[in-house]
């Protein structure tokens, strides 16, 4: 397995990252609504990622996280309302004008994507592809982009020839590393990684995962790490968000998320997911379904499937509420204290 | 390729043999001739030979450039085609600029606009597409020959080469409408499936500004079926060249075919026929060698084996 080369002191660039005093990436209060549903994809979703910090983003298909993740580049789908604030690097990109945007876009902030062969157009060299950000929106003359971009993929274990090659021409894990080369190109501040080994196998998965935080450490960036997978979450992430039909269920460091958690949802997460040392048999697969956005919900998303729910749950919305002495751990639930050191904790 | 042609001449040569009446009794024209006269004509074009004997000695001859004589002009059927051959590529040549670069065009602001242009231009290009060359032909006489004066309304002209141009804006026109409307709809449903793929979002994710996203991810993307349909749109071409020289009276191979076949001017229609099918080939062939160019995933050698 090839390693990124250790972190140097000074990073390979010659506008190293603004020491912006403030997060990488700040989420308040975003709410998006699409047409004809009857309540937000997006409800009220508040989010940090601080400068230098792995964040994770965990929740099941159709959660919202990878929409949560994309709002950060303003990449939404056509006829969404938007309500809230989205700063990234301390701009609020929902207000940028389309030229700052692009800046923001080619610089600030950038995503690595779920499937490598979908993200990189075939027809394209592989230079063209790394370069085309910073060079279209006039960060970086042609030369220099691809100087830097011949540095990031050895950068990233692979060597200046690649830039000749078509996208055909290179395994998926190696276009995985082509695409988080491209995605460090503007030298961000924020990087999103959605799902980002989802499509690879699973020694392509270790290596792009290792790169990652590798490459998090080397360059300084906030990395949101969105995923569905658990155990990855726990093993990288500094902070843990747990994401529920479009509202965060649960926020806090990920031992103590992890090891007590304080939202059902999340101790229902944990519990479903196969162990190795665990005993054999059925897996405990959650009752229910996700609720479906033609349906409006004024109490708990989770209330349908949940085991500790009562009658307040469907009436009332619960609000985020700190662990008592562990005010960075907050669930939104209104059973958190029946929930801690309870059957329903799997682990 | 050479197989291709050499079945194309059978067939070409076979064809005409298949359909009713022959030369020599056309010759006459319904006079009663002496049987020594049609014994005459018939040794003097080798109309008594078999048939294979006559395809073969045809098929020398043509190997040789000879095309034989044609039977109504009484002159070499080579020099009758290198008289019109230059009219008829002259008029392929203009009518292919206006297709793509209207045609392309048109799909282009199609797909990137969307909504009531759009539509617009689908309704447009139905009609063109509905509109067959020589209603067009017609239409474009009357408005911009007869009524307007702008060009003239048939012939090639007397003078140089410029003459020939302005005597072929309108039959090119003619030509090109109906083609217009098809690769306008098919640019247009090109770009937009490349619009819906992922790498479109991830440039435009990147910052790349919009023009360029269509100019790179989008129209690239689009152009191998373009070019595919480019290879159709030349054959088109060819084949209406046919009913567009007739409308405008054009002295181009076209209207010598459709002349020489209702003279049953044998010699003629085969060659003119075999020359379309080389023409059509060599577009063809174009057509796939230029392809690896355009999409890097088509190599030569996968096509070859997969051929």
Request: with cysteine; hydrophobic share 45%.
């Amino acid at each position: 397995m090839r390693t990124p080369n250790t972190p140097t002191p000074n990073p390979p660039t010659p506008n190293a990252p603004a020491a912006t005093a403030g997060p990488a990436l700040d989420v308040r209060g975003l709410r998006i609504t699409l047409p004809g549903t009857a309540r937000p994809v997006l409800d009220g979703v508040d989010l940090t990622v601080g400068a230098g910090e792995t964040v994770a983003l965990v929740g099941e298909s159709g959660s919202g996280k990878s929409l949560t993740s994309r709002s950060a580049l303003r990449l939404l789908p056509p006829g969404a309302v938007v309500e809230g604030v989205v700063r990234v690097a301390g701009r609020d990109v929902l207000t940028l004008d389309p030229a700052a945007l692009r800046a923001v876009r080619s610089t600030a902030a950038a995503m690595v994507f779920q499937d490598p062969r979908a993200a990189v157009n075939p027809l394209r060299r592989i230079g063209d592809f790394l370069t085309e950000g910073v060079t279209l929106t006039g960060t970086m003359g042609r030369n220099e982009a691809t100087a830097r971009a011949g540095e990031l993929l050895r950068a990233v274990g692979l060597d200046a020839s690649v830039l000749r090659k078509y996208p055909g021409q290179v395994s998926g894990g190696m276009l995985q590393r082509v695409v988080i080369a491209a995605a460090l190109m503007g030298d961000p501040v924020l990087l999103l990684a959605d799902e980002p080994t989802t499509a690879l196998d699973v020694t392509s998965q270790a290596e792009v995962i290792a790169l990652l935080a590798a490459l998090r450490e080397r360059f300084g960036t906030g990395l949101l790490f969105v995923t569905h997978d658990l155990d990855l979450a726990a093993a990288i992430s500094d902070r843990v968000y747990v994401m529920y039909a479009g509202r965060i269920a649960e926020t806090g460091p990920a031992e103590e998320l992890f090891a007590r958690p304080r939202h059902p949802y999340t101790a229902a997460l944990l519990a479903s997911t196969p162990r190795m040392d665990g005993p054999r048999g059925r897996l405990a697969a959650i009752a229910g379904m996700p609720p479906d956005l033609r349906v409006e919900l004024p109490g708990c998303a989770f209330a349908a499937r949940c085991p500790l729910a009562t009658e307040v749950c469907d009436r009332e919305a619960p609000r985020p509420a700190a662990a008592p002495g562990r005010p960075e751990h907050r669930a939104a639930c209104h059973h958190s204290d029946r929930l801690e050191g309870s059957a329903v904790d799997a682990r | 390729m050479a197989a291709t042609l050499l079945v194309a001449s059978f067939v070409v040569f076979g064809a005409l043999y298949l359909a009713p009446g022959n030369p020599a009794s056309f010759l006459l024209a319904g006079r009663s001739a002496s049987p020594e006269a049609l014994a005459a004509i018939n040794a003097q074009y080798h109309l008594d030979d078999p048939f294979l004997v006559r395809y073969l000695r045809w098929l020398g001859d043509v190997l040789h450039g000879d095309f034989g004589r044609s039977i109504t002009y009484r002159t070499d059927v080579s020099r009758l085609l290198a008289d019109r051959l230059p009219t008829t590529l002259v008029l392929i040549a203009m009518s292919l600029v206006v297709v793509v670069a209207v045609g392309l065009l048109l799909g282009r602001i199609a797909a990137v606009r969307g909504g009531a242009t759009d539509s617009a231009i689908l309704v447009t290009t139905t009609f063109a597409v509905g509109t067959p060359s020589f209603v067009a032909a017609v239409l474009l006489q009357g408005v911009f020959a007869v009524d307007l004066g702008w060009f003239p309304s048939s012939g090639t002209g007397e003078g140089g080469f410029g003459d020939l141009v302005r005597h072929l804006v309108l039959p090119s026109v003619a030509l090109a409408l109906y083609l217009i409307g098809m690769l306008a709809r098919v640019t247009r449903s090109a770009m937009l499936e490349a619009l819906d793929s992922e790498h479109v979002t991830v440039a435009r994710s990147r910052g790349v500004p919009e023009r360029q996203v269509v100019r790179r991810h989008v129209f690239r993307n689009s152009l191998g079926t373009v070019l595919t349909t480019g290879g159709l749109i030349v054959s088109t071409l060819l084949v209406c060249t046919i009913l567009v020289e007739t409308a405008f009276s054009v002295g181009g191979i076209g209207q010598l075919l459709e002349l020489s076949t209702t003279t049953k001017d044998f010699p003629t229609v085969q060659a003119i026929s075999l020359i379309i099918v080389a023409l059509f080939m060599t577009v063809n062939l174009l057509v796939d060698l230029a392809l690896p160019l355009v999409d890097p995933r088509v190599t030569l050698g996968s096509r070859r084996a997969a051929a």
